[in-house]
């Protein structure tokens, strides 16, 4: 199997998009970060000393899909139409079990590549935001689980992961 972004002598490269025609493109990942019970209800209840967690963390999430060809070598930076964030808190299903906040964002743009990374991208640094902010009260929530589970467009078209 050839690697779009190597090229014959193993070289990264951008991929040349330049002949391939614009299309409805659209691209939605998921993620979680997981913590303490306690972390959660002090997210819901406004608490954390930082500020608004999961607002901050959907500024973050939308900037960072915005600025994803600045982190990935490889991307090209596209002018997205629409991104979405959203956060879904899930108390611990029974006792000692830990909580989580999971963490959806869809991308959509019309162009000549996808907007995977960009969702990806989107889910990943929302999730850090929402470390960063409650790390001082649990040092030990993970962030995991950041996938692509959906993407439209382009030759390949449809592709559904769950």
């Not at 014959?8 to 998921?30: L, Y």
């Not at 000692?96 to 989107?122: D, H, K």
Request: net charge neutral; with cysteine; hydrophobic share 45%.
């Amino acid at each position: 199997m050839k690697m779009s972004h190597v090229d014959d002598a193993g070289r990264a490269r951008m991929v040349d998009v330049g002949e391939k025609p614009d299309t409805q493109r659209a691209a939605t990942a998921r993620g979680r970060v997981v913590m303490q019970p306690d972390t959660l209800a002090l997210i819901q209840a406004g608490g954390v000393p930082k500020g608004d967690v999961l607002a901050v963390a959907h500024v973050a999430g939308v900037m960072a899909a915005k600025r994803t060809h600045e982190l990935i070598p490889m991307c090209h930076p596209l002018l997205l139409t629409h991104i979405h964030v959203a956060f879904e808190p899930r108390p611990p299903a029974a006792e000692g079990e830990l909580a989580a906040v999971e963490i959806t964002a869809t991308v959509r743009c019309s162009g000549r590549t996808g907007v995977e990374m960009e969702a990806l991208t989107a889910v990943a640094v929302a999730g850090l935001t929402i470390y960063d902010m409650c790390k001082a009260v649990d040092r030990g929530m993970r962030l995991e689980a950041v996938r692509l589970v959906r993407k439209s467009g382009g030759k390949s078209g449809e592709w559904v992961g769950e």
